[in-house]
């Protein structure tokens, strides 16, 4: 009997699916052999034993003899290995431009920061932009196969809204189309990378349902289900920074008046205080930055402010905790310099003993949770079309 086309496909698609999975379980458990992952798969024998032939023979997994302690023959361990192969992550922020380069076992093999210079005066721009400051940071020897661009905005299906840079709902294609020539170019938005960050590599590693709140030029945010990031209908779940605290409060600029962006920012912060030319000549991490030392030192004009922040935060974490019951909250970007300031010192939970009971934590990434998300969404990106992508980096 043969198959038909839908069949195929589907056929096509379960074993990319697989492959996909063996690669990502040998990410998250290094050292695993072909017996953890029939047992963590809930693959065949013969099944595990074809997925890591194949993906042995792309040049993507390793197997490597360990020592064995026991009677019987050693076993193999499997590890990523994919020369010349790299996956790039880029953040766009309102003042640099920040590439990271990963292998694709997840080591890094550079790093470029650089400031962004004048805003770039299209999307069309902006792709050339991350395209020069891609060239500048990928080794010569390494093949970029894919590339993950994140900008501090929203991204709605195919269309993206930078308010700093005075861009609504232009089409991501526009971007997309004078980015570098990798096969795989993804734009993602700030909040929700900062949450697949965390969840990869930082403190929410192994959560399944879990929030990171991420200080910007406004506020992001993204929540974790499921163990993956919650896009909602229209990629907006998540933005945290624009549920409502004051009804009567400052104008945002996504249409509603006193969203929490507008209070408990950095950038609302420099505005209450006077210092929105301080704030750009500082940049947003200095300035946070300094805004705590300056409450450290008794200033009270900036306790007033933090204080403000620190009460409008609490209650949007009780309300978080009421609505998606996460194990854990996160603050990253230019909310973890002010951290102390914005939550309880030391760290407590919002209502200790209370239903709503959930530890509110700091990234350990100072402000890097969105460039390590984009890198590895990037990584995650060829695990997922890894036979069509081995080819074109072979
Ligand atoms: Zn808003």
Redesign the pocket.
């Known amino acids: 009997m043969t198959q038909t086309g839908t069949e195929v496909q589907r056929t096509a698609d379960i074993r990319r699916a697989n492959l996909a999975a063996v690669l990502r379980h040998v990410d998250l458990h290094p050292g695993s052999s072909q017996t953890d992952l029939r047992a963590a798969l809930g693959l065949a024998t013969g099944g595990v034993s074809a997925l890591v032939s194949q993906l042995q023979t792309l040049d993507v997994l390793a197997g490597d003899r360990a020592a064995h302690g026991g009677a019987g023959r050693p076993r193999r361990v499997l590890r990523i290995h994919a020369p010349g192969r790299v996956a790039v992550g880029v953040e766009v922020t309102v003042d640099a431009v920040l590439v990271r380069v990963l292998a694709m076992d997840g080591t890094e093999i550079a790093r470029r920061d650089t400031p962004l210079g004048p805003v770039p005066s299209s999307p069309a721009e902006l792709g050339r932009l991350v395209g020069e400051r891609m060239a500048a940071a990928v080794p010569a020897a390494s093949t970029p196969l894919t590339l993950t661009v994140v900008v501090p905005g929203v991204v709605s299906g195919d269309q993206f809204t930078l308010p700093a840079f005075g861009w609504h709902y232009r089409p991501i294609a526009e971007t997309l189309a004078t980015a570098p020539d990798v096969p795989v170019v993804r734009l993602l938005n700030d909040g929700d990378t900062a949450a697949l960050g965390e969840l990869r590599r930082g403190v929410l590693r192994g959560c399944q349902t879990a929030v990171a709140i991420h200080g910007s030029n406004g506020i992001a945010g993204g929540i974790v289900s499921g163990g993956d990031i919650l896009t909602g209908c229209l990629g907006l779940a998540g933005e945290i ?2 549920v409502i605290v004051a009804p009567e409060g400052p104008p ?3 249409g ?1 008046r006193g ?1 929490l ?1 507008q209070v408990a920012s950095v950038r609302a912060m420099a505005r209450d205080l006077d210092e929105t030319a301080l704030l750009l000549t500082q940049g947003y991490w200095d300035y946070a930055a300094s805004l705590a030392a300056r409450a450290e030192g008794g200033e009270a004009a900036v306790r007033a402010v933090l204080d403000e922040a620190r009460r409008t935060l609490g209650t949007v974490l009780q309300t978080l905790g009421a609505i998606v019951s996460p194990e854990r909250i996160v603050l990253t970007g230019n909310l973890v310099p002010l951290g102390k300031h914005l939550l309880p010192d030391p760290p407590r939970p919002l209502a200790a003993g209370g239903l709503w009971e959930r530890p509110v934590l700091l990234s350990g990434f100072g402000g890097d949770s969105v460039l390590i998300g984009a890198a590895e969404d990037a990584r995650q990106a060829y695990f997922d079309d890894v036979v069509r992508l081995s080819a074109r980096g072979a």
């Open positions: 920074g624009h945002c600029e996504c509603q969203c962006a």
